[in-house]
């Protein structure tokens, strides 16, 4: 008997249809073994060794696999290919006291890769595992001095972390850049023209002066150009025609993958590798589980030459010769950290088209799906073609002989190539010219007729906030972290409070403001960019062979300090409570909001001497306008009600704020003739006072 272990009991079903009963394929539900949950698990003074320990939740999981073990001739550790799947076999290969353990690995989940790979099997890469473990233990050394220092200083319950820190920072800077912004004047002239005789308009931008380029910077400027160019004769000066093309991007890596998902689905980084994950591991269809993409933690648009081939006779297929590059699309990755192991995430079986299977998986993964596929398949095709005009037109003026230069741009689509797949939109605000489709044509010396001149009033922009999207482009292009952990940082940011969105864009709370202050005036170096991408460098080199202990032991005693500073210093940025309008009923006080670990609570500002507290109120009750309060049974099926502390008496077991109706959530609203019953403007469901149904 052959035992494969693996990590996701999804993944294992897969395998062991393709293996057969010659084998038994477990899965070890990721790691087995980690540092404990509540000590630091690293000692120290013995350069830095960790303590693993068995996962609680992995004694049943554990001893199967070693029953298994025990009868088995072969084992074959089938984790995931990357730095922590690595690790993970690693602590298999020590919990199952694996003298000489055999790693296999696979970048797509087929029958052909599967049995490929266990064909071929190498020793444990004891790099990509010491690369891990270095990762693991500056974490948790990061976390575990930093966020006690941080409760003591500012508010229970907060964290700070190697990356996170450092992306709260880009966070917090970029919305100081917006605060800090001034704007500039300018204004932009518009001339509506038309061709001798014709209706039909088009526009042009105003640009220069007797042939030098002229920023018109306030509204003098621009009523004296108005004035000049009112009565002049317009004349074509030049024409320019052209041709360019526009390339298809590269299939895509995790980051890009996550910032897609994000601008073109408003997924979150967090989903979208959650969803990517069913893809890898297999998604359910008609029955069974099937597979659709390759790997999905990568860093590489390097494609393996029998997929490009499958590309090329599907495109041939379905869209014909013409859309098939003469030479296979070869691309490059960027950046010195690149994790080149694995090739780009790209769909394993191209039959296999988003169409064929939208009824039959969830409309999230169908989403999905499609993206990666359309991506892929356009990375391999002809670029777009068009045909490009630039005009320039000069304005005679009779008013002080001046010229005055007008410019008119257009492109217009003569093969749409790589587009008839996956359309490429780019936001260019910086450009000073709009292309203008179905222009007429142009000959030089022409005169033009001037229908109307507009003058408009802007003024520059700062930066925009960071989105899902931009923070993670961000973080890639400045070295912060890995792709694969961009959204679990997200999601802390999120989690702890230091962020909030507003509409898709990423906003620091108060708190979050407050915790990079103090981060940035006790550990400046956790929190800068710079050090941070050098760190991650470093790191990267393990992969190659730099002793892992090497990098802790140059990092550590400088933090050490740092961390023993930040206690001792008088530094504390403590949260002010929010006050409220609500009034103690025992001192008559104002109260202030609070929270625990069960959420927020109304508490006396005048703790101790008054210890008076009060549940949060939720809303406001619809029938007499006083708070709504949550209140949650202490028994072992918790019941969550919801009632007035006023006079009226409402109780609900529905959540009112805003006030829902039970059936379709529609808003319930309630008549100035009759406060005893309300509506819901949706379905029409009353519900009355008294009996609440």
Not at 68 to 87: F, H, M, Q, V, W
Not at 550 to 572: C, H, L, M, T
Request: charged share 30%.
């Amino acid at each position: 008997m052959n035992l494969v272990i693996v990590e996701s009991p999804t993944k294992a079903k897969v395998i062991q249809k393709y293996l057969g009963s010659d084998y038994t394929v477990l899965a070890s539900g990721g790691h087995i073994r980690d540092l404990p949950d509540k000590t630091l698990g690293i000692e120290i003074e013995n350069d830095f060794k960790p303590k693993y320990v068995l996962s609680p939740s992995k004694k049943e999981t554990v001893k199967k696999i070693k029953d298994a073990a025990s009868k088995a001739d072969n084992i074959y550790l089938a984790t995931d290919p990357d730095r922590e799947g690595e690790a993970i076999s690693w602590h298999l290969a020590t919990v199952l006291n694996l003298t000489n353990p055999q790693r296999i690995e696979f970048n797509a989940i087929t029958k052909s890769t599967v049995t490929n790979a266990i064909k071929s099997p190498r020793q444990l890469d004891m790099n990509l595992v010491d690369a891990q473990q270095a990762r693991r233990v500056l974490d948790r050394l990061v976390g575990y001095k930093i966020s006690p220092v941080l409760n003591a200083k500012i508010k229970k319950g907060l964290s700070g972390g190697r990356v996170q820190s450092a992306a709260l920072k880009m966070v917090v800077d970029r919305e100081n850049e917006i605060r800090n912004f001034t704007p500039e004047e300018f204004w932009t002239l518009t001339a509506i023209l038309s061709k001798a005789g014709k209706k039909s308009s088009f526009k042009a931008l105003f640009n220069d002066i007797d042939g030098k380029k002229f920023k018109v910077t306030n509204a003098t400027d621009a009523e004296s150009i108005e004035k000049a160019v009112k009565n002049a004769d317009f004349i074509v000066s030049s024409v320019k025609k052209g041709e360019s093309i526009s390339k298809p991007n590269p299939p895509f890596t995790t980051s890009t993958l996550q910032q897609d998902g994000a601008n073109k689905l408003s997924f979150s980084a967090s989903e979208v590798m959650k969803l990517a994950q069913q893809l890898y591991e297999g998604v359910k269809i008609d029955d069974q589980y099937k597979p659709l993409v390759t790997y999905i933690r990568t860093d590489s648009v390097r494609v393996s030459p029998e997929a490009q081939q499958m590309a090329k006779d599907y495109i041939l297929k379905e869209y014909g010769n013409a859309y098939v590059p003469a030479k296979f699309n070869f691309y490059t990755s960027k950046g010195d950290t690149v994790q080149d192991a694995h090739e780009a995430i790209r769909p394993i079986d191209l039959t296999i088209t988003p169409d064929s299977i939208k009824d039959k998986i969830e409309p999230s993964l169908y989403k999905l799906y499609r993206l990666i596929y359309n991506r892929f398949l356009a990375s391999q095709m002809t670029p777009a073609q068009y045909d490009t005009l630039k005009v320039h037109i000069i304005a005679n003026s009779n008013e002080d002989n001046k010229e005055y230069g007008f410019n008119v741009s257009g492109k217009t689509m003569t093969f749409n190539g790589f587009t008839a797949v996956y359309n490429i939109t780019t936001d260019n605000d910086d450009s000073d010219e709009e292309n203008q489709n179905n222009l007429p044509s142009f000959v030089e010396g022409e005169k033009l007729d001037l229908k109307e001149l507009k003058k408009e009033q802007k003024f520059t922009k700062p930066l925009p906030r960071y989105n899902d999207a931009s923070l993670i482009k961000a973080m890639e292009e400045n070295g912060i972290g890995r792709p694969a952990t961009y959204a679990n940082v997200l999601s802390v940011l999120a989690a702890r409070k230091y962020t909030e969105k507003k509409k898709k864009f990423l906003v620091p709370t108060e708190l979050g403001e407050l915790v990079n202050k103090f981060m940035e005036n006790n550990f400046s170096n956790i929190v800068d960019v710079k050090f941070t991408a050098q760190m991650e460098a470093r790191l990267d080199e393990i992969d190659k062979g730099l002793q892992w202990q090497k990098v802790i032991r140059d990092f550590y005693p400088d933090f050490e300090q740092a961390v023993k500073s930040a206690y001792s210093s008088g530094n504390e940025l403590k949260v002010k409570p929010q006050e409220t309008d609500i009034i103690c009923d025992k001192c008559g006080a104002k109260m202030i909001i609070r929270e625990s670990k069960y959420g927020k609570f109304l508490a006396c500002p005048n703790y101790p001497k008054c210890k008076n507290t009060k549940n949060f109120p939720v809303g406001k009750c619809p029938m007499c306008g006083g708070n709504i309060i949550k209140y949650n049974t202490t028994k072992r099926n918790v019941k969550t009600t919801y009632f007035c502390e006023s006079k009226c008496g409402l109780s609900l077991s529905f959540i009112p704020a805003p006030f829902l109706c039970p059936d379709c959530e529609g808003i319930l609203t309630t008549s100035k003739e009759d406060k005893t019953k309300y509506t819901c403007t949706k379905c029409g469901k009353t519900i009355d006072k008294e009996n609440n149904n």
